[in-house]
C-alpha cells in the first residue's frame, strides 16, 4: 500500500478491500454471481413490463458486483496518482521560492 496516502481511514478501507479481493470467498462469490446471471440475462419468457424492468434491475446489481474490484483498485490507483502529482507540484513550486523572504524567486 501507498505509504503518502494522506488519509489514515481511506487507507485502511482500501487495505481492507484489497484483502477481501485476493481471497478465496471473493473469488468464490464471484463465481456464484457469474452462476445466478446466467440464467437472467434471457428475457424472452418474461410476462410484462415490470418483469422486464425487475431483472434489468437484478442485471444492473450483478453487473456493480462484478465491476466492484476493478473499480475499487482503478480509484485508488488514481488516488494516488493525483497525490503524488500534487506532491511533484508542490516540491516544484517550492523550489521557486526564496525560504527567507517567502517571496518567489527572480530567475536571472
Not at 496516502?5 to 477481501?20: C, P, S
Request: aromatic residues 10%.
Amino acid at each position: 500500500m501507498n505509504q503518502g496516502l494522506k488519509d489514515v481511514e481511506l487507507e485502511r478501507h482500501y487495505q481492507t478491500l484489497f484483502d477481501l479481493f485476493v481471497s478465496p470467498a471473493w473469488k468464490a462469490f464471484l463465481s456464484e454471481v457469474v452462476r445466478f446471471r446466467e440464467p437472467r440475462e434471457n428475457i424472452r419468457h418474461l410476462a410484462n413490463g415490470d418483469a422486464l424492468m425487475y431483472r434489468q434491475g437484478e442485471l444492473s446489481a450483478l453487473d456493480w458486483v462484478e465491476a466492484f474490484e476493478e473499480m475499487n483498485t482503478k480509484a485508488y490507483h488514481q488516488m494516488v496518482a493525483d497525490e503524488q502529482e500534487d506532491a511533484m507540484a508542490r516540491a516544484s513550486n517550492a523550489a521557486w521560492v526564496d525560504e527567507q523572504t517567502g517571496r518567489a524567486k527572480v530567475v536571472t
